[in-house]
């Protein structure tokens, strides 16, 4: 059984989305055949290899057009592809007065509205877009034949959201065959929360927002472990390096010869180099703060350097 991916519950849940105004699913449509389809004066045409993606450029034409589109379809299994085309015989000059082109871009007044404007970028979500894994990394791009309509998709996207610009942006990249494509893409984990709420992806916002807090989580557990982890291993190195001046202490000169505070002291940490300086400070007689014992050491370092630095 073939995964679903969290970029294909994506695309379902968008496909699944039929507005009930005429205007936006008629914005919808022209940013599917302006992004993964075909417009002349001669025929217009869809290709697909998701069926749900193929079903809703279908329903679009029946809805808005009261027409029934010719079905093709070749291949099978994941190299299966969906043909949805109007002909002349369909009533194709009717659909050509709504999505006749203008410079690459649909023309008249398809996205004069604000409701227009999020279907038409739904639409070339689904014809031509992808999400990563929110659990994996953040990066959601829309390829799209023309560097006219990357720019428009920019404008668009960006105008929905409350900063400038500067993280929706496109690039050129080299198709296997050599030909050009361009591609719209966001990496920052807050804007493609706005486009997925933009766009009314809802369920599929929660479930990116849900991997979000638990990544947090996740992420926050860790730096404490390590910010633990690395306290302990420096608390364990200086216990172990005072535990050596208290050797060479009692090699040449005698701990029994220290100063009662430091010979107590002394003994402590030879005894146990797992005590924390707060533990040593409470188990002497009497007990004494951390700034002491921390005194006491220093003294004890001392002396041993001194006692290493003899010939």
């Known amino acids: 059984m073939a ?4 970029s294909m519950r994506v695309r379902k849940e968008a496909a699944m989305l039929i507005s009930q105004k005429t205007h936006c699913r008629l914005a919808e ?34 809805k808005n057009y009261k027409i029934i589109p010719d079905v093709t379809v070749s291949g099978h299994g994941r190299s299966r592809h969906i043909k949805i085309s109007l ?3 369909k009533a194709l000059q009717a659909v050509l007065k709504d999505l006749a082109p203008d410079n690459e871009l649909p023309g008249g007044g398809i996205l004069k509205k604000n409701c227009c404007k999020r279907a038409f970028i ?16 953040y990066h959601l791009e829309i ?21 400038d610009l500067g993280e929706v942006k496109f690039t050129l990249r080299k198709r296997h065959d050599g030909s050009d494509v361009y591609v719209v893409y966001i990496k920052d ?35 404490r472990l390590n910010c633990e982890m690395a306290n302990l291993v420096k608390t364990i190195s200086a216990a172990q390096e005072q535990k050596n001046d208290i050797e060479i202490i009692e090699e040449y000169l ?33 007990p004494v703060s951390k700034s002491c014992v921390n005194h006491r050491l220093r003294k004890l370092k001392k002396i041993a350097d001194e006692l290493r630095a003899q010939p």
């Not at 022209?30 to 389809?37: F, H, K, S």
């Not at 023309?146 to 900063?163: H, M, N, P, T």
């Not at 009314?200 to 947090?216: A, G």
């Not at 701990?255 to 409470?282: F, V, W, Y």
């Open 189 to 223: 984990s807050d804007r493609i929360s706005d486009f997925l709420n933009m766009t009314e992806c809802y369920r599929s916002l929660m479930d990116m927002e849900n991997i979000r807090v638990e990544k947090e989580i996740a992420n926050s557990v860790n730096r």
């Open 122 to 137: 739904r639409g070339c979500f689904l014809a031509g877009g992808s999400v990563t894994d929110p659990s994996k990394g």
């Open 87 to 89: 002909g002349a015989e």
């Open 254 to 286: 005698g701990i029994d010869n220290l100063p009662i505070p430091l010979r107590q002291l002394a003994k402590l940490r030879k005894e146990d180099t797992e005590m924390t300086i707060k533990q040593l400070g409470e188990a002497l007689d009497p």
């Open 143 to 163: 390829v799209v034949p023309c560097e006219k309509l990357a720019e428009k998709i920019c404008d668009l996207v960006g105008s929905f959201f409350d900063d």
């Open 3 to 6: 995964t679903t991916t969290f």
């Open 29 to 62: 449509l022209a940013g599917l055949i302006y992004t993964g389809g075909e417009v002349s004066f001669k025929e217009i045409s869809f290709v697909s290899d998701n069926k749900d993606v193929a079903k809703k450029v279908f329903t679009l034409f029946r």
